[in-house]
């Protein structure tokens, strides 16, 4: 039974602490619950979070997973899930639940075009699942939130990675538990190589570098505190799962894979010295043309691909990658190297816009916070499994207008789509932002802000989500879902 006090605070919503738990309060209850939040909300964190000094540990770069078997046509990966002790501040042992039992998994590298079977086995003692995000699947492999592998169970996903090559993800979509489940590790990379890569010469091998970025708080003991009113104090910058980690680097170009998976920060990167990232590619692949960036932002589930070169960098120079909230990583140069890596003017050209008959809006779909009843909504609807939200022709194309109506609370959110990729095509009427020419899966929606989409669906057919993935507006029902039919 919860008592006065844990409603107080679980109905809270803070910087995107929405807890679903709170849809069940009555309407008086939970009134002044949001308040609460919403006070809390423009509160300065509690300074709780145990954080080394920066630069203390070295950041490390996942494990490539290898496949068990390979066929002539698939290979196969085995994945456990599995709660397990691992270093993640210096000389401390926290527990995470996490693919292979790591917070950051392993990462698979694939080939466009190369089918993929993964075998999941379950570990823990409740029901989980994995969804690959930005993945082109069947929706019996996407990870419906409803469509889990039971604890002790094995369950296979299949991934044809049709698609062009792109820096994708995997975690796990349990109904009501993604955000906890995220939040404590069950997250990892998934790169599929576009045939059309090799020739371009982008850096590779050592030098391609995915870099997972999240926010934690952590206990004194070293446990991680999970609530989904907590968001302000997850203070603590993590780096592939080491707090501001340094990385030693030589002097030459690198391709960075930065990839956002905090349940709700959004990260406004850059280099310090005056030093400009280079952006190769976004959440769909590569950009058809490589842009300068002062700065770099994701919103949570978003990706970025940049080229730094530390070429023209001295032995012993330190470069710091930093976030408006502190600093995320230090590139230490520390040695020299040859580099025979380029980023040409030309990457990947976009597939032509399929013509529009009028060019007009297909479906309005606004996200909204509910401070009265508590909830998170998309088009006035918390998540109902049972109910369809939208039916979509198969390879049809639509546009798209998402709308913040959250400019009250000045809350931020985000919409990711499953199963495509999509082009963005205006921000209240303005082009793109820098960087957002190519394809995208996820886009950051800021209070008040209206953005226009176009998506064009595929082959596949059956139900699949759209949702915030700011994963405690999820969890209170901020996801819908549409039907793709003949
Ligand atoms: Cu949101």
């Known amino acids: 039974?919860?008592?006065?006090?844990?409603?107080l605070t679980a109905g809270g919503l803070t910087l995107g602490g929405l807890v679903g738990g709170t849809l069940l309060l009555p309407r008086q209850?939970?009134?002044?619950?949001?308040?609460?939040?919403?006070?809390?909300?423009h509160m300065t964190p509690s300074g709780t979070s145990r954080s080394?000094?920066?630069?203390?540990?070295r950041m490390p770069v996942p494990r490539v997973l290898s496949p068990v078997s390979s066929h002539r046509d698939v290979d196969v990966y085995h994945q456990d899930i599995r709660a397990s002790r691992v270093e993640m501040l210096p000389g401390v042992r926290t527990e995470v639940l996490g693919y292979g039992g790591a917070f950051v998994g392993p990462t698979l590298r694939v080939r466009q075009g190369r089918r993929?079977?993964?075998r999941y086995r379950n570990g823990l003692d409740r029901a989980v699942n994995t969804h690959l995000h930005g993945g082109h699947v069947a929706a019996d492999s996407d990870g419906y939130p409803m469509d889990l592998i039971e604890p002790g169970r094995t369950r296979y996903y299949e991934y044809p990675n049709g698609q062009p090559g792109a820096t994708l993800w995997y975690h796990d979509h349990t109904h009501h538990m993604e955000a906890e489940h995220v939040y404590r590790g069950m997250h990892g990379f998934y790169l599929i190589e576009g045939g059309d890569e090799k020739r371009l010469r982008l850096p590779a091998r050592d030098y391609d570098v995915p870099i997972m970025l999240t926010d934690a708080h952590f206990a004194a003991d070293g446990s991680l505190v999970y609530a989904p009113e907590d968001t302000p104090n997850r203070t603590t910058l993590l780096a592939n799962g080491r707090p501001q980690p340094y990385f030693p680097v030589s002097a030459r170009r690198y391709r960075f894979r930065l990839l956002n998976v905090s349940n709700f920060r959004t990260f406004h990167l850059s280099l310090d010295h005056d030093m400009t990232m280079v952006q190769i590619a976004s959440d769909g692949g590569l950009l058809p043309a490589p842009v300068r960036r002062e700065s770099v932002v994701l919103s949570p589930?978003?990706?970025?691909?940049?080229?730094?070169?530390?070429g023209p960098c001295k032995l012993g120079d330190r470069v710091v990658l930093n976030d408006v909230s502190g600093p995320v990583l230090r590139f230490d140069v520390v040695a020299k190297a040859a580099d025979d890596s380029r980023v040409p003017d030309v990457l990947r050209p976009l597939p032509p816009l399929p013509a529009l008959g009028s060019g007009k809006t297909d479906r309005e779909i606004t996200l909204k916070v509910d401070m009265v009843r508590g909830a998170a909504y998309i088009n006035d609807r918390v998540f109902d499994p049972n109910r369809v939200d939208i039916r979509v022709r198969r390879r049809s194309t639509e546009i798209w207008r998402i709308t913040n109506l959250d400019t009250d609370i000045a809350l931020d959110h985000n919409l990711h789509l499953h199963l495509v990729q999509f082009r963005i095509l205006d921000r209240d009427g303005a082009p793109p932002l820098p960087g957002e020419s190519g394809l995208k899966d996820t886009v950051l929606v800021p209070a008040g802000a209206s953005v226009r989409i176009q998506v064009t669906f595929g082959d596949f057919l059956g139900r699949y989500l759209y949702h915030c993935h700011m994963l405690e507006h999820s969890v209170g029902g901020m996801m819908a879902q549409m039907e793709i039919v003949p």
């Open 301 to 310: 589930g978003e990706r970025a691909e940049v080229v730094v070169d530390f």
């Open 52 to 57: 080394p000094a920066p630069f203390r540990v």
């Open 1 to 7: 039974m919860l008592n006065r006090r844990r409603l």
């Open 116 to 118: 993929v079977v993964v």
């Open 29 to 41: 209850e939970a009134a002044p619950a949001m308040a609460e939040g919403h006070r809390r909300m």
